[in-house]
C-alpha cells in the first residue's frame, strides 16, 4: 500500500472544491400538488461553496437538518447534485457509477455518521478491509501481500495487535473500535479526502477523543484533506483549522475554527455557541441556560418553503427589514482574514437603513445587537494548546 | 309460519322414498334434454316427463313395453317407426296428451343437435291422428331403445313457447308422468304426486324426495344409515359397509348391461399386433379377482363368456359355438399357446420371437381406482406368463386423448352399450373408426384393429333386414373378437343399484328383472310404479 | 442542603441469575434532596440507566433487582421503600410521586394514539374522580407549560417534531406534579440549540414547582453547567459525588479527572485532551479492587486488592465523596 | 388520498393482469368440457352424444383465442360470467351465488372466530409468557401442521356416525329447503361445526404464534415501559399500550386470509361435502368447465384485491404513522 | 444495553449485542450456528434428518414392495404388518417408508426452487426501485392474486405425464410471491442502511452489494421462507395426490390417503389406512415449523426467552420476570426510617 505520504504538492494546496453546490430533494407530491406549477422540493442544501486542502481539516457545523450530511453525500458523489459543481484538484467532475465513479472515490472517501450502522453485521473486519483494499488495487499480489496490507492499516488506526481484530465481527466491537474500522476502510482506498460525517457523534467523550485524535493524526502524518461534520461546535474548535456553519440549507459563516467559535459573527453561530453546554460558564441553577432559551425560540424552518431572505430571520433577534427580502451575500467581518458571514448586519448601509432587531419575530431590546468587527473581550489564541 | 320446511317433519315413512345420487351441488335446471341438467344428473325427468316405449336394459332381447306409445311398428329396414300415441294420458296442467306432442318432441329434437342427446339421426315426425310416423336417415335396428325409450316426450303448447329450448332450465317442468316438481333447492329436490290425470294407477310413493351428495363416501354413508334408500353409487367393500349395516333391508342388485369393461391392447405396437399373444393374455387375467378385489364382487359384474358378452343380458346373443364357454384362468394354457407361438420363457422373461423380453405397460387415469385396482391385478397376472407390466397413473386429460389416438399399450376402458351387443364390438373393432396413430377416434376402435371382416360384419348386422343375417353377422363378431383378442373384456356395466327394503317393496331383483334400477334410467318411473309400502 | 426525598441504599441490580448474572448496579448509596438536580455521569455501560430503572422497577427482563433499598420520603405521610410495594401500590406511586423521561421520546410515546390520549390516560389512571373536562384543561395547560400551543394536543407523536414530542414527555412527566422526576439522557438526541431550550424549561419549572431531578448523560459539559450535584458512575458503582462546580474544578477521582480532560470546551484557553486509556471493564469479569485500576494512570499498592468505599475525602471538602485510595476514607471496605 | 388513488391504480391493474391471467390458464388445460362429462359418466354417455354436447356448449364455432378473450371482456363489462358448463344453461353467476354464501358462512366467520380468538390467546400468550396460554403452543403448532383434510377426515371417523349429534356431510340436512326459520337454521348450524371446528383447529395456532410474538417483540418497546411507568392499569397496558400496536402487522395478514377465503378452504369442502365455492372449484376444474374457473377466479381475484384494499385502509385508520396529513 | 432501542431491526443477528465487546473473536463463527443449540430448533432438525434419511434409504429398508398384493386383505396393524394393510394386501408401512423419497423430493425442490425465485423478484425489486420494482410488485401481486391450490391443480393437469420433479417446479414456480414481497419490503430497508451506502461508496459494484452485503443480512427471511414454502409445497403435493389429481406413478403419503379416501377406509373401519399417513405429514410439518421457530427465536432476541422466567425471591415468593415489574430478590433487610423530625415545610 502507498499512502502518498511523500507527495510532493504543497501542504494547503486545493484537492476538492464545491462551487454553488445545490441539492433539492423531490418531495412525493400529493394529489392538489398537481395543480400547482412548481413541484415540490426539499432545498437541503442551496449554493455552498468551499474547498478542502491537504493536510488540513475542515469542519462543518450546523443544527440537525441543515443539510450537512447531504454536502457530503454530494461531494462524494453517492446522490447526484442538482447544480453547482464539484471540482478535483481544479477539474470539474461528474460520476455517476461504473469505472469512474470508482476511480473518484478512490481518491474521495467518505465515512458515514453512524458506526453502528455503517459495518454490515455479518461481515467480519477482515472481509470489510480486504474488500476496500481489493476494490481500489491495494491489495498487493499473494495472501502475504494482503496480510500485510490489512495489518498496516489496523496498525495505523491503533487497532493492536491487527490480529485480535481482523477476524471479529462488528458486534464484537466497542463503538470507537468500529469507527476506527470504518476509518481503516476509507484509508484502505488510500484516498485524497476524507469526508467524516459526524464521526463521533454518538460516541462517550473517552472513546470521542481517540477517534479524533486519530483523525488529526491522519491528517498531519498523510496530508489528506479532511471534512469534518459534527452539532457539537467545541470538537470542531478543537480540531478543524477551518469552519463553516450552516443553517437551512445555506453557509452562513465560515472561517478560521477558532475565530468563528471565539467571535462568531452571525446570529445563528452565536445562537449555536451560546446553546453549546459550556462548563466554563457556570452560573449556577442554568441561568445561563435561561438566557439562551430566551433567543432560541422557534423551531427550524420548513425546507420545503423556505423563508425569502435570509432563512434565519423568522428566528433572528436582529433581524431588519431587508432580512426578509434579500438574501445576503457573503460579507467580509474583517477581524481575521478568511472570516466571513452572510449577514446583512454586517453591510453598513443596510444597517444605516435600518435598525437591527426592527423586524425580530418578538423584537427584545434588551438584547444589544452584535458590535460589527468589534472584537471582544476575550483573546483567542488559535492553534496552540494541542 | 308457512316455512317452506314446516311440512319436514310429517313425512311419514310410508309415503315418502329417499333418493340419493353422488352428483355434487345442483343447479335449479329441469331441462329434460340437457344432460347437464339437475332432473337428468339425479334422474327426475322420468319421473316427470315419460318415453314412448319402456325398454329393459336388463333383458335387452325383451320386446318394449307401451307406455305413452301404446305400439310400435319398424319398417323393415328400421328406418322409421310409426307409433300409437295412448289417449288417456294428460299433461300436469291438464292438457291431453296428442300424436301433434309427440311429433313436436322429434322435430324439435331433430331441429337443436343439441337435445339430440343419442345422437340418432331423425328425418321428420309426422302426426295423423293418433299415429306418428318418426322417419331416420339409415337404419337404426339397433338403436330402437334410443328412439323409442330415451326420448323424453314434452307438451307442444308450452315448449313452442320456449325460444331457445337449448338453454332454458324449465322451471316449472310440466310433463305426462305421475309426479310434479314440488321444491328445489341445490343439494335436494322434492317431487310429489300427481293428484289426477295420470294414465295408469298412481304410484304408492307420495312424494320422492331427491338428495345430490357432494361424493361417493357421503352418499355411502347415507345409504348406510338409512338416509338414502335408493341410489347408484360405488360401494367398497360393500357387504360390511352397508349390507351389514342392515342385513335385512339393505340389498344391493347389480345386473349386467350390453356395455363392458376390459383391457384394450394396442394392436399395432409389437408384440401385441399378435393375437396369440393376446389370447394368451386374456387367458391369465383373472376376471372374478378383478371382480371381487376391485369392483367389489358387484360393480362391474364379472364377464364370463368368452365372448365378452355379459350374462344374462348376452346370453341370448351368443353364438352356438361359444355357448356355455366360460373364460378359466388358464396359465399352463398360456405358456403352452406361446411356446407354440415361437414365444420362449426363460426364468420370469417372457421373449417374444425376436429374442426381445415382453414388457407392457398398462394406462389409466390416477383417479380411477376400481381401474387402479385391475391394473394392479393385471400386471400381477401377466407377470404368471413373464410378462414384465408397469402401471403409469396417467392424467385424465392426456389419458383420454392418448387412448383416442392411440398411444397407448395397453388400458383398461368401456365399451358403447346398447340393445344389442353391436355396440361392444363396434367399440372395439369396427374398421370404419379406424384411424392412423396420433388421430383421434374418438367413437372406438382405440386399438387399431384392423379387420375387414369385422368391419363388414358390423355393417351388415346394422343394416340387415331381416334376423337371420343379422345372427350370421354376429356369430362372426363373435368369433373374430375370441380369435383376435383385440381388447379383453373383463366386466360389465351394472344398472342396478343400492337399496332398502325397510319401507318400500317391490324393487326388481334378480327374481322379478321387470327393469334397470339406476335412477337415473327411463325405467326408473317404472321402479318406482311397483314399490309398495312395505308393511302395509 | 434539604432534606432528602429519594435515598437509594446499598442498591444492587443484576441482569440475569445465578453465576450468569452480571452485576451492572453494586451497593450503590445515592441521595437525592428535595428540589435539587443531581447530575449522574459516567462512561457508556457504567450503569446509570440500570440504577434508574431498578429503583422504579422498571428494569425488563432479566433484569432483577438483587438488594437494598429505596426509601421514598413523601411530602406527607412516613417513608416508604419503594422495592417492597406490591404491584398495585406501586402502580399509585409511579408517575405520581416519580416519573421519568426516557431517552428517545418517539420511543417513548405510543404512536398509535394521540398525544391527548396518552396525557389524559395518566391523568385518569391516578385521579379517576376527575371529569374529562377538567383533565383537558389540565392537558392543555401542561402543554403550555412547555411552551406548546395546546392546538397540538390532538396531534400524533410522528407529527411533531423530536424537541416538540421530548417536551410533551416532559410536560407528562409533570402532570401529577411528582416531588421526583428522573431523566434519563432526555436530550442525546437533540441539537444543541434545542437541548438548551428544553434544559431552560425544565429549569424554570423545575424553580415553580419544585420537583428534585436525577439528571443521567455521559455529556460531562452540560451537567457541570446544569446541576446542582454530580455523581460518577464506574462499573456499577458510585465513584465519586460532589457539587458540580466544586467537580468540575478539582476531580478527585482519577477517572473523573479523565472525563474531565476529554471533552473540549468551547470558551476559554485550550486546554489539554488527554483522554483515558484502555476500554471499560467486563461487567461479567470485574477487576479486584477498584474497577479502574487498570486504566488508573496513579494505581498504587492497594488498588488491585481492595475495593475503595465510597466516603468523604481525606481532605477538608464538604459535601464530597469519593471511591480511590488516593482519598482513604474514614471506613475502608474490604470486599 | 393520493395515497389511495395510487392504491387503486394499482389494485386496477393488478386485477386486469389476474383476470387476464385466469382467462388463459383454464384454455391452457388439454381435454374439453365433452370428454371430460363424457369421463364423469364413463361410457353411460354415448359418442354419439359428444357431437350434440359440443353444440351445447358452443364449442364448435370457431373463434379464436384473442377474440374470445375480447368477448370475454365484453361480458365481463355486462356483469355477465356466462354459462356454465357442468350445469348448462345455469349462469355462473346463479352457481356461484347458490354456493357463495355458504363458503363465506363457513369459512369467512371462522376465519374471523380464528382471527379473534387466536389473537386474543396470542395477546394472552405474550404478554403472560410462561402461563397456560404460552404452554398451549407447542400443541397448536401440531394441530396446525397437520392437513387440513386429514384433520376432517379423523373428526369424521371419531365425532360422526349413527346417533351423532354431527352430521358427516353436507350443508344441512337432506330435505330441507334454505330458508331463515326454525328447520333450516340449526341444521345449518349443526353441519357447520365440525367442518367450522377444523378449521378453527388448524388455522388458529398461526394466528397466536404471529400475535404472541408481536406481543413478545412490542412489549419490550420503550412505550410499554413508560406506559407501566406512568402506573396505568395492567389492562390498559396490554390492551391499549401492547396489544393495539402489536395488531398492526396482523391486520394485512388477516385481510390477506380474507381474500383466501374462497381458494383456500376447497379441501375442507370436499372432505365435508360442503357445498361451497371451493367445492366448485374443484369441479369445474374436473370438467374443464372453463366460464365457471374463470368465474370463481373472478370472485377470488376480487375478494383478495377487496381486502388488500380493506386492509390498506384499515391500516391507514389504524396507524396514524401512514396517515400524512 | 438498557432498554432496546426499537429501531433495531430484528431481523439484523447480533445487532442488539452492541453493549459488551467481547473479548474473543474466535466465539464468532460458532455465533452462527447457535441456533441449533436451541431446544426447538434441534428437535426440528433431528426429525427432519430422520425423514431425509428414510428418504434416501426408504425403499431398501421396506419389508415388502409396496405394490406387492398379498392374502391379508385390510388388516388392522401387527407384527407382519406394522401399519396394516390395505383392500389390495398391499403393506402400509412399506408404502409410507417407500412415499417419504417423494415427499421430501418436492418438498425440498419446491422450497428451493421458489426460495431462488423469491430472492430474484423480491430483492431485485428491492434494491433497485423505480420502474423495474414496480414492475416485479405486480408480477408478485398476481401471483399472490390467483389462489395456488387450484392454480397448482390446474398446471399440473396440463402436463401429462407430472414427475416428481415436475410436480415441485411447478409449486416452485407458483409460490414464490409471498417470500418475494417479504424480502422487498426488507430489501426496501436494507437498502438504506449505512452498510450499504458505504460498500457503495468504497466502489463496490452493484451486484457485488446485493449478493455480498444484503443477501446474508436476508438469511432469517429467507430461511424461514424456505421452511415456509417446503411445509406448503408438501401439503400441496400431498393434496394433489389425495384429490386424485397428480398423475405421479410412485407412491407418496398423498397417494396412500387418496386409496383410503377412494376405498372409504372411514367407512370400512379402517382407520390405519388414513392414520400413518396424516401423522407423518404432521410430524413433518411440526419438525419445519420448530425449525422456524428455532430461526426466529435465533434472530430476535427478543422471542429468545431468557432462561426462567419464574424466580423464588429469598422471602419464598415466586415472581414472574416480566415488563414493567422489576421482581425484587432480597426483602428489605433493614426497617425503613422513620420520618425525620426535622422536616421543613
Ligand atoms: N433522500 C432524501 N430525500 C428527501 N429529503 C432528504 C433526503 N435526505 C435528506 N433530506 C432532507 O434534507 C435535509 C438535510 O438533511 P441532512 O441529513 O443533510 O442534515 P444534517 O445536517 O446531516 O442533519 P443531522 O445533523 O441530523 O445529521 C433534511 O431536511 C432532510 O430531511
Ligand atoms: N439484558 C442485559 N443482560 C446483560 N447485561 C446487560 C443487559 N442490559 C444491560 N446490561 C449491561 O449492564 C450494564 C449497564 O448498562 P446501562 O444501560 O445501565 O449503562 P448506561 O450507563 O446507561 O450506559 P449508556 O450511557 O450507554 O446509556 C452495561 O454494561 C450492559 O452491558
Ligand atoms: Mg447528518
Ligand atoms: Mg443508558
Ligand atoms: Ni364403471
Known amino acids: 500500500m502507498t ?75 453517492i446522490h447526484p447534485r442538482t447544480a453547482g459543481d464539484i471540482r478535483l484538484h481544479g477539474t470539474s467532475t461528474r460520476v455517476r457509477g461504473g469505472r469512474r465513479f470508482r476511480s473518484y472515490v478512490r481518491r474521495v472517501q467518505l465515512i458515514l455518521q453512524d458506526p453502528f450502522a455503517s459495518l454490515n453485521p455479518v461481515h467480519t473486519v477482515r472481509y470489510h478491509l480486504t474488500r476496500s483494499l481489493r476494490i481500489h488495487g491495494n491489495a498487493g499480489r499473494g495472501a502475504e501481500d494482503l496480510e500485510a496490507a490489512l495489518g498496516k492499516l489496523l496498525t495505523r488506526v491503533s487497532l493492536t495487535p491487527p490480529e485480535r481484530y481482523l477476524d471479529a465481527f462488528p458486534h464484537e466491537l466497542s463503538g470507537g473500535q468500529r469507527q476506527r474500522v470504518a476509518i481503516a476502510r476509507a484509508l484502505g482506498a488510500d484516498p485524497e479526502v476524507l469526508l467524516a460525517d459526524e464521526p463521533v457523534s454518538m460516541l462517550d467523550v473517552s472513546i470521542r477523543l481517540g477517534v479524533l485524535n486519530l483523525l488529526q493524526d491522519l491528517t498531519q502524518r498523510l496530508d489528506i484533506a479532511i471534512l469534518y461534520i459534527t452539532h457539537d461546535i467545541a470538537s470542531a474548535r478543537y480540531f478543524a483549522d477551518e469552519t463553516i456553519v450552516m443553517y437551512a440549507g445555506r453557509m452562513v459563516e465560515g472561517g478560521d475554527s477558532e475565530t468563528v467559535t471565539q467571535r462568531p459573527a452571525h446570529p445563528y453561530t452565536r445562537l449555536l455557541t451560546d446553546s453549546a453546554p459550556d462548563p466554563e460558564r457556570i452560573t449556577g441553577d442554568g441561568a445561563g441556560a435561561a438566557a439562551g432559551a430566551d433567543r432560541g425560540q422557534g423551531e427550524p424552518p420548513s425546507l420545503i418553503a423556505p423563508p425569502s431572505g435570509c432563512r434565519f430571520h423568522p428566528r433572528c433577534p436582529h433581524a431588519m427589514r431587508r432580512c426578509t427580502t434579500d438574501l445576503p451575500p457573503r460579507l467580509d467581518i474583517g477581524d481575521r482574514p478568511g472570516h466571513w458571514a452572510a449577514c446583512w448586519l454586517y453591510d453598513p448601509d443596510t444597517v444605516a437603513a435600518d435598525a437591527p432587531g426592527s423586524a425580530a419575530p418578538d423584537a427584545d431590546p434588551t438584547v444589544p445587537p452584535p458590535a460589527p468587527a468589534v472584537a471582544r473581550d476575550d483573546t483567542a489564541t488559535p492553534r496552540e494548546a494541542r | 309460519g308457512d316455512s317452506p320446511n314446516a311440512n319436514k317433519k310429517n313425512g311419514q315413512a310410508a309415503t315418502v322414498l329417499n333418493v340419493g345420487m353422488p352428483n355434487g351441488p345442483q ?58 300415441i295412448r289417449t288417456d294420458a294428460t299433461w300436469s296442467d291438464g292438457q291431453k296428451v296428442t300424436a301433434e306432442d309427440v311429433a313436436f318432441t322429434y322435430n324439435l329434437v331433430k331441429k337443436y343437435p343439441a337435445l339430440n342427446d343419442q345422437g340418432v339421426p331423425y328425418a321428420d315426425a309426422t302426426a295423423s291422428g293418433n299415429d306418428v310416423t318418426i322417419r331416420m336417415e339409415s337404419p337404426q335396428f339397433v338403436n330402437q331403445q334410443k328412439v323409442l325409450w330415451r326420448v323424453p316426450i314434452v307438451p307442444k303448447h308450452i315448449w313452442e313457447k320456449i325460444s331457445d329450448p337449448t338453454t332454458d332450465t324449465v322451471k316449472q317442468p310440466v310433463g305426462s308422468g305421475p309426479y310434479t316438481l314440488k321444491s328445489f333447492t341445490p343439494a335436494s329436490m322434492t317431487l310429489s304426486v300427481r293428484d289426477k290425470g295420470y294414465w295408469q294407477d298412481l304410484p304408492k310413493v307420495k312424494e320422492l324426495r331427491y338428495t345430490s ?202 365399451t358403447e352399450g346398447g340393445a344389442t351387443p353391436y355396440d361392444i364390438y363396434r367399440t372395439v373393432m369396427d374398421g370404419r373408426q379406424l384411424k392412423p396413430i396420433g388421430t383421434a377416434s374418438p367413437a372406438g376402435n382405440f386399438g387399431r384393429f384392423d379387420n375387414r371382416e369385422a368391419t ?49 317393496t317391490g324393487w326388481p331383483d334378480d327374481a322379478n328383472p321387470y327393469g334397470a334400477m339406476q335412477p337415473t334410467q327411463p325405467n326408473a318411473v317404472d321402479v318406482v310404479l311397483h314399490l309398495k309400502p312395505a308393511n302395509g | 442542603m434539604s432534606d432528602p426525598v429519594l435515598e437509594i441504599r446499598g442498591l444492587r441490580v443484576d441482569y440475569g441469575l445465578g453465576d450468569a448474572a452480571v452485576h451492572a448496579v453494586r451497593d450503590v448509596d445515592l441521595t437525592l434532596h428535595r ?7 459516567g462512561e457508556s455501560g457504567s450503569g446509570k440507566s440500570t440504577l434508574a430503572y431498578g429503583l422504579t422497577r422498571l428494569l425488563p427482563p432479566p433484569g432483577v433487582v438483587s438488594g437494598g433499598q429505596v426509601v421514598y420520603h413523601p411530602a406527607d405521610g412516613p417513608p416508604v421503600d419503594v422495592l417492597t410495594l406490591s404491584p398495585a401500590q406501586l402502580r399509585q406511586f409511579r408517575w405520581a410521586e416519580t416519573s421519568i423521561v426516557f431517552q ?220 480511590c485510595w488516593l482519598h482513604p476514607a474514614a471506613a475502608p471496605l474490604t470486599r | 388520498m393520493r395515497f389511495l388513488l395510487q392504491r387503486t391504480a394499482f389494485y386496477l391493474f393488478t386485477a386486469w393482469a389476474a383476470i387476464t391471467l385466469n382467462f388463459f390458464i383454464p384454455r391452457l388445460v388439454p381435454g374439453d368440457p365433452v370428454q371430460a362429462l363424457i369421463s364423469r359418466n364413463q361410457g353411460r354417455i354415448s359418442a354419439d352424444a359428444i357431437q350434440s354436447l359440443r353444440v351445447l356448449f358452443g364449442l364448435d364455432s370457431h373463434e379464436n383465442t384473442w377474440q374470445q378473450y375480447l368477448d370475454y371482456w365484453g361480458q365481463l363489462l355486462h356483469g355477465d360470467l356466462g354459462l356454465s358448463f357442468t350445469f348448462f344453461p345455469t349462469p355462473v353467476s346463479t352457481v356461484i351465488g347458490d354456493s357463495l354464501p355458504w363458503t363465506v358462512g363457513l369459512v369467512g366467520i371462522t376465519t374471523i372466530i380464528s382471527f379473534l380468538l387466536g389473537t386474543a390467546l396470542g395477546v394472552g400468550a405474550g404478554w403472560r409468557r410462561g402461563s397456560w396460554v404460552d404452554g398451549l403452543l407447542p400443541a397448536t403448532t401440531f394441530l396446525s401442521s397437520i392437513p387440513y383434510f386429514w384433520l376432517g377426515l379423523v373428526a369424521i371417523a371419531v365425532f360422526t356416525g349413527p346417533g351423532s349429534f354431527f352430521p358427516s356431510s353436507g350443508g344441512y340436512e337432506a330435505g330441507l329447503v334454505p330458508a331463515f326459520d326454525g328447520y333450516f337454521i340449526p341444521s345449518a348450524i349443526r353441519h357447520s361445526v365440525l367442518p367450522a371446528a377444523t378449521i378453527l383447529v388448524s388455522s388458529m395456532s398461526g394466528w397466536i404464534l404471529s400475535m404472541r410474538n408481536m406481543m413478545v417483540t ?47 378452504t376447497l379441501l375442507v369442502e370436499i372432505v365435508f361435502s360442503y357445498p361451497g365455492l371451493g367445492y366448485q372449484l374443484f369441479q369445474a376444474v374436473g370438467y374443464k368447465d372453463y366460464p365457471l374457473m374463470q368465474g370463481i377466479f373472478l370472485i377470488i381475484t376480487i375478494s383478495v384485491l377487496v381486502a388488500n384494499l380493506l386492509a390498506d385502509v384499515a391500516y391507514l385508520l389504524l396507524d396514524p404513522r401512514t396517515r400524512k396529513s | 444495553m438498557t432498554i432496546s432501542p426499537s429501531s433495531i431491526e430484528q431481523v439484523i443477528p447480533g445487532q442488539g449485542a452492541m453493549a459488551q465487546p467481547s473479548a474473543a473473536p474466535g466465539r464468532a463463527k460458532r455465533r452462527r450456528f447457535r441456533f441449533v443449540a436451541n431446544d426447538k430448533a434441534a428437535t426440528g432438525l433431528v426429525i427432519l434428518a430422520v425423514y431425509c434419511l428414510f428418504a434416501v434409504i426408504g425403499p431398501w429398508v421396506a419389508p415388502y414392495d409396496p405394490d406387492a398384493r398379498s392374502a391379508d386383505v385390510l388388516q388392522a396393524p401387527s407384527l407382519r404388518h406394522w401399519f396394516g394393510t390395505t383392500h389390495l394386501g398391499q403393506d402400509i408401512f412399506s408404502q409410507i417408508l417407500v412415499g417419504a423419497r417423494s415427499v421430501m423430493l418436492v418438498g425440498l425442490l419446491a422450497g428451493v426452487l421458489a426460495t431462488v425465485l423469491s430472492i430474484l423478484i423480491g430483492v431485485t425489486a428491492g434494491y433497485l426501485g423505480g420502474m423495474p ?204 426510617p422513620a420520618p425525620r423530625e426535622e422536616v421543613a415545610p
Not at chain 2, 345 to 366: C, M
Open chain 1, 3 to 77: 499512502l502518498s505520504e511523500s507527495a510532493a504538492a504543497p501542504v494547503d494546496e486545493v484537492v476538492l472544491e464545491a462551487v454553488g453546490l445545490t441539492k433539492h430533494f423531490p418531495v412525493r407530491r400529493r394529489l392538489r400538488d398537481l395543480f400547482s406549477r412548481t413541484p415540490a422540493v426539499v432545498h437541503a442544501v442551496d449554493d455552498v461553496s468551499f474547498a478542502l486542502r491537504r493536510g488540513r481539516v475542515t469542519a462543518l457545523v450546523g443544527e440537525s437538518g441543515s443539510g450537512k450530511s447531504t454536502v457530503a453525500r454530494l461531494l462524494a458523489q
Open chain 5, 133 to 336: 420494482d414496480e414492475g416485479l410488485s405486480a408480477l408478485s401481486n398476481v401471483f399472490l392474486v390467483i389462489p395456488a391450490l387450484p392454480l397448482i391443480i390446474i398446471v399440473t393437469s396440463i402436463v401429462e405425464q407430472a414427475s416428481d420433479t415436475l410436480v415441485a417446479l411447478i409449486i416452485g414456480c407458483t409460490s414464490w410471491a409471498w417470500g418475494a414481497r417479504v424480502l422487498r419490503a426488507q430489501t426496501l430497508s436494507l437498502r438504506r442502511r449505512d452498510y450499504v451506502e458505504a460498500a457503495r461508496a468504497t466502489g463496490e459494484r452493484t451486484w457485488r452489494i446485493i449478493l455480498f452485503e444484503i443477501l446474508p443480512n436476508l438469511t432469517a427471511i429467507i430461511a424461514s421462507g424456505f421452511v415456509g414454502t417446503v411445509i406448503f409445497a408438501v401439503m400441496s403435493e400431498i393434496t394433489l395426490a389425495f384429490i386424485g389429481i397428480s398423475s405421479i406413478s410412485s407412491w407418496n403419503w398423498g397417494t396412500i390417503l387418496f386409496w383410503a379416501q377412494g376405498q372409504q377406509a372411514l367407512a370400512q373401519g379402517a382407520w390405519w389406512w388414513f392414520v400413518p399417513a396424516g401423522l407423518a405429514i404432521a410430524l413433518l410439518g411440526t419438525a419445519l415449523a420448530l425449525i422456524n421457530f428455532g430461526i426466529d427465536e435465533f434472530v430476535s432476541p427478543r422471542l429468545r426467552s431468557a432462561g426462567r422466567t419464574r424466580i423464588r425471591t429469598a422471602d419464598g415468593r415466586t415472581v414472574r420476570m416480566r415488563v414493567g415489574f422489576t421482581p425484587v430478590l432480597a426483602p428489605a433487610s433493614r426497617p425503613v
Open chain 2, 456 to 504: 363388414d360384419a358390423l355393417v351388415a348386422y346394422a343394416k340387415a333386414t331381416d334376423d337371420a343375417a343379422r345372427t350370421t353377422a354376429m356369430n362372426t363378431l363373435q368369433k373374430i373378437f375370441v380369435d383376435q383378442m383385440p381388447m379383453i373384456p373383463v366386466g360389465a356395466d351394472n344398472i342396478g343399484g343400492a337399496y332398502s327394503t325397510k319401507n318400500w
Open chain 3, 35 to 41: 428540589g435539587e438536580v443531581l447530575g449522574l455521569a
Open chain 4, 218 to 264: 412490542v412489549s419490550s418497546e420503550d412505550y410499554i415501559t413508560v406506559a407501566h411507568a406512568k402506573g396505568l392499569s395492567e389492562r390498559r397496558v396490554a390492551l391499549s399500550y401492547a396489544a393495539r400496536n402489536a395488531l398492526l402487522p396482523n391486520v394485512s395478514g388477516f385481510a390477506l386470509s380474507l381474500g383466501f377465503i374462497v381458494g383456500g
Open chain 2, 213 to 414: 351428495y357432494t361424493d361417493n363416501s357421503a352418499q355411502t354413508t347415507a345409504l348406510a344409515n338409512g338416509e338414502s334408500e335408493w341410489s347408484f353409487v360405488f360401494i367398497p367393500n360393500y357387504q360390511a359397509v352397508f349390507v351389514a349395516k342392515d342385513q335385512q333391508h339393505h340389498k344391493v342388485w347389480a345386473p349386467a348391461i350390453l356395455g363392458i369393461h376390459g383391457l384394450y391392447l394396442n394392436t399395432t405396437k409389437k408384440p401385441f399386433d399378435d393375437p396369440a399373444l393376446r389370447r394368451a393374455m386374456n387367458m391369465v387375467i383373472d376376471r372374478a379377482d378383478i371382480f371381487t378385489t376391485a369392483e367389489a364382487g358387484y360393480f362391474h359384474p364379472q364377464v364370463k363368456s368368452v365372448t365378452g358378452l355379459p350374462s344374462p343380458a348376452g346370453d341370448s346373443f351368443v353364438a352356438p359355438d361359444f355357448k356355455g364357454q366360460e373364460h378359466k384362468v388358464d396359465v399352463d394354457g398360456a405358456k403352452a399357446l406361446l411356446t407354440g407361438a415361437g414365444y420362449k420363457l426363460e426364468g420370469n422373461t417372457l421373449k417374444d420371437r425376436t429374442g426381445k423380453a415382453v414388457t407392457i405397460k398398462l394406462t389409466d387415469p390416477a383417479g380411477w381406482s376400481d381401474y387402479q385396482t385391475s391394473l394392479e391385478i393385471v400386471k400381477d397376472n401377466l407377470s404368471k406368463i413373464g410378462i414384465a407390466a408397469t402401471i403409469d397413473k396417467a392424467n385424465q386429460d392426456a389419458w383420454f386423448r392418448n387412448v383416442e389416438q392411440g398411444n397407448f399399450e395397453a388400458t383398461f376402458r368401456w
Open chain 3, 104 to 323: 428517545g421520546a418517539m420511543n417513548s410515546l405510543n404512536p398509535v394514539h394521540k398525544v391527548s390520549t396518552q396525557l389524559l390516560d395518566v391523568i385518569k389512571a391516578h385521579d379517576p374522580t376527575s371529569t374529562a373536562a377538567a383533565r383537558r384543561d389540565r392537558a392543555r395547560e401542561l402543554l403550555r407549560l412547555v411552551g406548546i400551543a395546546a392546538d397540538r394536543l390532538d396531534s400524533y407523536p410522528h407529527q411533531l417534531s423530536g424537541g416538540m414530542r421530548q417536551r410533551v414527555m416532559i410536560a407528562m412527566a409533570l402532570a401529577l406534579e411528582p416531588q421526583v422526576v428522573i431523566m434519563d439522557e432526555p436530550t442525546t438526541a437533540l441539537d444543541v440549540v434545542m437541548q438548551r431550550q428544553i434544559l431552560g424549561q425544565l429549569a424554570e419549572l423545575r424553580e415553580r414547582l419544585g420537583f428534585a431531578v436525577l439528571f443521567i448523560t455521559h455529556d460531562l459539559s452540560l451537567l457541570v453547567e446544569f446541576s446542582d450535584r454530580i455523581a460518577i458512575m464506574y462499573g456499577g458503582r458510585i465513584v465519586e459525588e460532589a457539587p458540580a462546580r466544586q467537580l468540575y474544578r478539582r476531580a478527585l477521582h482519577p477517572y473523573t479527572d479523565g472525563l474531565l480532560h476529554s471533552f473540549p470546551a468551547l470558551r476559554g484557553p485550550r486546554r489539554e485532551l488527554t483522554g483515558i486509556p484502555g476500554s471499560p471493564p467486563d461487567l461479567r469479569a470485574m477487576p479486584d479492587g477498584c474497577a479502574f485500576h487498570p486504566r488508573c494512570p496513579k494505581a498504587f499498592d492497594p488498588c488491585d486488592t481492595r475495593l475503595p468505599a465510597l466516603g468523604p475525602p481525606g481532605d477538608d471538602d464538604p459535601g464530597r465523596a469519593v471511591a
Open chain 2, 27 to 84: 343447479a335449479e335446471n329441469n331441462n329434460p334434454f340437457l344432460t347437464t341438467s339437475a332432473a337428468a344428473s339425479l334422474g327426475y325427468r322420468w319421473q316427470i316427463y315419460e318415453p314412448l316405449m319402456m325398454w329393459n336394459p336388463v333383458k335387452p332381447a325383451d320386446p318394449f313395453k307401451p307406455w305413452l306409445a301404446t305400439k310400435a311398428e319398424w319398417s323393415p329396414d328400421y328406418t322409421s317407426v310409426k307409433v300409437t
